[in-house]
């Protein structure tokens, strides 16, 4: 190493025996008076970094002839690396700039409802006894999940063209349920999870089931709060299955919001419907938007919760017994989630109008918008009604901010961290903690399918650091995989745009998940 350094080589090959899981830091830079490391952490954590590493410049890796061979944790089979290599694995060509709407200057783009919103809209809807009417309404993966869900609850639903109607009875007719499954989705697992809870009382035991993705995600933080209520909660290692009896026992119940707000959003729309009183006192609150949304949707169904904020250590939510769901009818809002990949795009190409945006609904990932203009884009809102027109212009100039948390949005980081590699400067963002458990462990993942752009990224504990782009060594298209992510996906799409290399993905139909419309959006 020392010799190739003193002798300028541009290159040094070696395996850098790093276990991943002591490891507290990712880094694909390494400063520009040293030679070019290219490396890869021993390990289960450091694993990716052995596919990677070949993207990053290096001429060989390691692999193993088969499972019964290997020689080190975390090695991939040749099997396994061969079809990581394997260019006809990568069957999706991400699109360039001019082959898509930012072909033009300013082009316009719909948004589909909030698929956050519409999934509390949906359970709030079977609570109620009656017929509720939902608005602005564009199914994907996880909003048709929900509709499921609560047909197994005994719920009636239809939908005509962008309205959906539901027809329940209310929670006093879910009689007799023993399994729901959950599709994929992991707001739709934990906000099911103290419904079950709660229809579990007097030893009926209920099972929350799913498939695909979910089940390779920990919930072990939804068990814990379960157990906190009181009930009982078998699982699988904190993954689904769940198996939930006992009821809830408790009216005073405590546990951590640090891991996600989704399970708080749960008991905060079950509670309600106790005989008695309940106090919830949530410790080190997480992403309170999405908090902020439940309750905004449970007050748009006649339902109350009084909060104390003791910020941020904790907040008390104090929560009324026999209240009642009331049905609706409910215009769901535009997703700032997805509109945030297009309001990047047009950021970096030409600009772009996303039309009928709210800017009251209690979506996290509006922040967006402040990101934009504090990085020196051009961000105009001009009203259009009870909505807005958001104007979005490629006008960058010295960033007036470099740190950004984003503990409350985690959702934004894919895309945000294309926006930050693709702005002058060093840009930082916090949270990174909050990505271990989502459709992929993102910090990973983020690290692992940008750093193939030439993105600089590294990664120190809860931070991420990026600083531009240091170029690709090898001249050929970037082969990036999803991970069944659909956030990955989107923002893999995206960032080709601007990319000189061709960008093929692996698979993109996990992008159904939040945004079936989103390849026929762009490339429209």
């Known amino acids: ?154 719920a009636e639903v239809s939908l005509n063209s962008s309205t959906l109607t539901i027809k329940s009875g209310g929670i006093a007719s879910f009689n007799n349920i023993s399994e729901i499954s959950v599709g994929e989705s992991g707001l739709l697992a934990r906000l099911l999870i103290p419904m079950a809870t709660m229809l579990s009382a007097g030893g009926h035991e209920i099972a929350i089931t799913g498939h695909g993705s979910i089940l390779g995600r920990n919930l072990q933080e939804s068990a814990n ?72 949707v449970m007050k748009a169904f006649g339902v109350e919760v009084v909060q104390e904020n003791h910020l941020p250590e904790k907040i008390i939510y104090k929560l009324s017994g026999r209240q009642k769901y009331t049905p609706t009818k409910l215009y769901m809002d535009p997703d700032w989630s997805s509109a945030a990949n297009f309001a990047v795009a047009g950021a970096l190409t030409g600009g772009v109008i996303l039309k009928n945006m709210p800017l009251a609904s209690s979506q996290a990932d509006g922040f967006i918008l402040t990101m934009l203009e504090e990085m020196g884009y051009g961000v105009e809102k001009i009203a259009a009604g009870e909505m807005f027109d958001i104007k979005i212009s490629p006008t960058a100039g010295e960033a007036a901010l470099r740190e950004f948390n984003l503990t409350h949005c985690p959702d934004l980081f894919p895309i945000a961290t294309v926006l930050a590699c693709n702005t002058p400067g060093e840009i930082v963002f916090t949270g990174v903690e909050r990505l271990a458990q989502k459709e992929s462990n993102r910090g990973e993942t983020i690290f692992c399918e940008l750093a193939k752009l030439g993105y600089n990224i590294r990664i120190e504990g809860d931070k991420m650091y990026l600083c531009g ?14 991970h069944n992510d659909h956030r990955i996906a989107m923002a893999l799409y995206i960032a080709s745009l601007v990319e000189e290399y061709p960008v093929l993905a692996d698979e993109i139909k996990c992008i159904d998940k939040s945004f079936p419309s989103f390849v026929g959006k762009l490339k429209r």
């Open 225 to 296: 709060a379960v157990e906190a209520a009181g009930a009982v909660c078998r699982t699988n290692n904190g993954h689904l299955p769940f198996c939930i009896s006992g009821g809830i026992k408790r009216r005073e119940i405590a546990f951590s919001g640090k891991e996600s707000s989704q399970i708080v959003s749960g008991f905060l729309m079950i509670l309600p419907l106790l005989q008695e009183n309940t106090t919830l006192t949530i410790a080190n609150p997480a992403s309170l938007p999405y908090i902020e949304m439940t309750i905004r």
């Open 1 to 154: 190493l020392y010799n190739s350094h003193k002798s300028d080589k541009d290159l040094v090959p070696d395996n850098y025996m790093q276990r991943g899981e002591e490891s507290g830091s990712l880094s694909n830079s390494f400063g520009e008076d040293q030679a070019s490391l290219v490396a890869f952490c021993m390990g289960e954590a450091g694993k990716f970094t052995r596919h990677l590493c070949l993207e990053l410049g290096a001429p060989y890796t390691y692999a193993a002839l088969d499972t019964d061979n290997c020689t080190a944790p975390g090695q991939y089979t040749k099997t396994e690396m061969e079809q990581l290599l394997n260019r006809a694995n990568y069957k999706f060509t991400a699109p360039k700039a001019n082959e898509t709407i930012f072909a033009a200057e300013f082009p316009q783009v719909e948004i589909p409802c909030s698929k956050s919103m519409a999934q509390r809209a949906i359970l709030a809807a079977a609570l109620a006894d009656g017929t509720t009417v939902l608005e602005n309404v564009e199914p994907c993966n996880d909003i048709l999940g929900a509709i499921e869900a609560v047909k197994v609850l005994g």
């Open 469 to 482: 782009k240091r170029g690709r060594k090898a001249d050929a298209p970037v082969l990036g995989c999803s």
